[in-house]
């Protein structure tokens, strides 16, 4: 029996407090994944964007949702966090704001991920 091939999965995150619960559902998925040993690479973009700066996880609520800044803090642990370029920039947030072990990478790395033959991407 041939081993199983390791898999890249990509999670997008495009909504932040506009949209809580799509928001929560990119977290809870990446870092279920991630707990379980799959190889992560979560990306921070539009209004998520803002999850990349200190104490920012933590001003999310949503009922009867896992906690973000303990999602996050899996992801950064068991996985790879990026920061949108374009998305920081129209924000204001430069390398130097965000936590660390996030990136800030653009559209050429996006790509890169998710062109991989191993890799699955998923948008919310």
């Known amino acids: ?3 199983p091939m390791a898999r890249l999965l990509v999670v997008k995150a495009t909504a932040g407090a506009d949209a809580p619960e799509r928001c929560s559902q990119a977290f809870t998925v990446a870092s279920t994944a991630a707990a379980s040993g799959v190889d ?3 990306w921070l973009t539009g209004e998520s964007t803002w999850f ?3 104490g920012r996880a933590a001003e999310f609520e949503l009922p009867h949702a896992a906690p973000l ?3 996050l803090e ?3 642990e ?3 966090v990026t920061a949108c370029t374009q998305c920081a920039v129209r924000r204001g ?3 130097d704001d965000v936590l ?3 990136r800030i990478a653009g559209a050429a790395v996006f790509v890169e991920e998710i062109m991989g033959d191993s890799a699955q991407a998923v948008v919310y």
């Open 1 to 3: 029996m041939l081993a």
């Open 40 to 42: 992560v690479s979560f």
């Open 52 to 54: 990349a700066l200190p």
């Open 69 to 71: 800044p303990d999602l």
């Open 74 to 76: 899996l992801l950064l």
């Open 78 to 80: 068991n996985g790879r």
């Open 93 to 95: 947030i430069g390398p």
């Open 100 to 102: 660390e072990g996030i």
